[in-house]
């Protein structure tokens, strides 16, 4: 099939994954939410060999994300997960860390707190959350570009929209993550990292 491509995959890539190898260990096993194009997946996979990265979307995805595996040796290759936020079903496995790109404007707000309590769930203790994408702090825009993105977001669904940094996180401290690191990304983007602490088995 004709692989899918996003160009921002393109641009984002080597800035996301500098900051993903100051989180995490030369070998870790990753679960990635909303894997999208798989782009994302096959660059981070190929630049870090010890990473085991778990591709997961909803299964119209999937076989758009699998064109891109295929370039990765039969070895390394995990098969790409049917993963919807709201309906599951979720990993039984536990990761070192989890992943998700420009994800949360998409999907429903709705969808927010069940992926944090689910991520939470699937990490190991200590484990790590990570989600690249635009945010809003203080109750606005962080850059003129961001309120026009923000508006091109609503036309195209009513439930999409650029979300509050300060709400994000509330939800990811009552799943029990808390916050190590709030980083500026090129094009007005952000890496928030949280740790999973000690949840009860």
């Known amino acids: 099939m004709t692989r899918p491509f996003a160009p921002a995959c393109e641009r984002n890539a080597e800035p996301i994954l500098d900051r993903l190898r100051t989180h995490l260990p030369a070998q870790a096993h990753i679960l990635e939410i909303g894997s999208g194009t798989g782009q994302h997946a096959l660059h981070f996979a190929t630049a870090m060999p010890a990473w085991r990265w778990q591709c997961s979307d909803r299964n119209e995805n999937l076989p758009g994300i699998a064109a891109w595996l295929d370039d990765l040796p ?6 790409p997960l049917a993963l919807d936020v709201f309906s599951g079903p979720w990993p039984h496995a536990r990761y070192d860390a989890i992943f998700s790109a ?8 709705e969808a927010s707190p069940i992926l944090m309590r689910e991520a939470a769930k699937c990490l190991r203790p200590g484990g790590k959350l990570l989600i690249y994408g635009p945010f809003n702090y203080n109750g606005g825009y ?21 979300r509050d940094f300060e709400a994000v996180d509330a939800l990811a401290q009552d799943a029990r993550l808390r916050l190590l690191e709030d980083h ?5 983007n952000r890496l928030l990292c949280w740790q999973r602490e000690n949840l009860p088995a």
Request: charged content about 20%; glycine content about 8%.
């Open 74 to 79: 039969p070895e390394r290759r995990l098969e």
């Open 102 to 109: 420009n994800t949360l404007h998409i999907m429903p707000w």
């Open 142 to 162: 962080s850059s003129p570009s961001n309120a026009e993105f923000d508006g091109w977001l609503k036309q195209q669904a009513p439930h999409q929209g650029i």
């Open 184 to 188: 500026g990304m090129p094009a007005n």
